[in-house]
């Protein structure tokens, strides 16, 4: 959002962010209570579990949904109020050349850049799909009891924790370098004072212009 905003401003982007609050609730809970149903129906396992641990894996999808819908209605909101003008011109400029980088871009090369613009939800997906898989794993074990299960599950889950941050480390040195290697500098914020001061230039022009009246 732009530093200078009235009230109503600050309302309506309030309420879309509420709004994106809302969605995310609900599309995780869309998500996270079939999963939760079809596992106490299949896994005696997971029937035995504590309520507070299903609590848990379904707060895992949940809280992710919300934070990722909550940021996109915000994003969506500025795009839309502040994005006019010459400031929409150039910026849709820059969008439609970053989507042609983007096209040029081989598979490998796309699928490196989108998890480098998407850390944090790379991070947090393959935690909560290695969770997933290591819950069913360890449930499915029937020579051991639910405490030992839940050990268990436990030490799972401190080894994909550490496993995780590993994987950020080496994500987040790579953008690194990657920017260190660019030594881009971005211009757009000089091109659209370029822009505006371009297209007031028109208005005096055209006002001088204009028959009187």
């Known amino acids: 959002m732009k530093v200078n905003v009235t ?4 309302q309506r982007f309030d309420a879309a962010t ?3 609050a809302i969605e995310g609730t609900l599309g995780g809970l869309a998500i996270s209570l079939p999963l939760s149903y079809l596992a106490y129906r299949r896994f005696p396992a997971y029937r035995a579990l504590p309520p507070s641990l299903k609590a848990l894996g379904i707060v895992l999808i949940v809280g992710p949904a919300i934070a990722i819908q909550t940021e996109r209605r915000g ?3 500025d795009e839309n109020v502040y994005w006019t003008g010459a400031t929409r011109r150039v910026l849709d400029s820059a969008k439609s050349h970053e989507e042609s980088k983007w096209r040029a871009l081989s598979t490998r090369e796309k699928i490196t850049h989108w ?5 944090y939800k790379v991070i947090l997906g393959s935690w909560a ?3 997933a898989i290591a819950g069913g794993i360890v449930m499915r074990d029937r020579h051991q009891s639910t405490s030992q299960k839940v050990v268990q599950a436990r030490m799972w889950a401190q080894g994909l924790t550490i496993g995780v941050l590993i ?6 040195h790579s953008q690194r370098e990657q920017a260190a290697g660019q030594h881009s500098v971005d211009h757009s914020w000089k091109d659209v004072l370029e822009a505006e001061a371009k297209e007031e230039e028109q208005r005096k022009i ?8």
Not at 7 to 10: D, G, K, R, T
Not at 115 to 119: I, L, V
Not at 167 to 172: E, H, K, M, P, V
Not at 206 to 213: E, F, K, S, V, Y
Request: zero cysteines.
């Open 7 to 10: 009230e109503e401003e600050l």
């Open 18 to 20: 509420r709004r994106g």
């Open 75 to 77: 994003v969506e909101f």
């Open 115 to 119: 998890a480098r613009q998407n850390q």
């Open 129 to 131: 799909i290695g969770m």
């Open 167 to 172: 994987g950020a480390g080496i994500l987040t």
């Open 206 to 213: 055209g006002r001088l212009h204009a028959p009187a009246l």
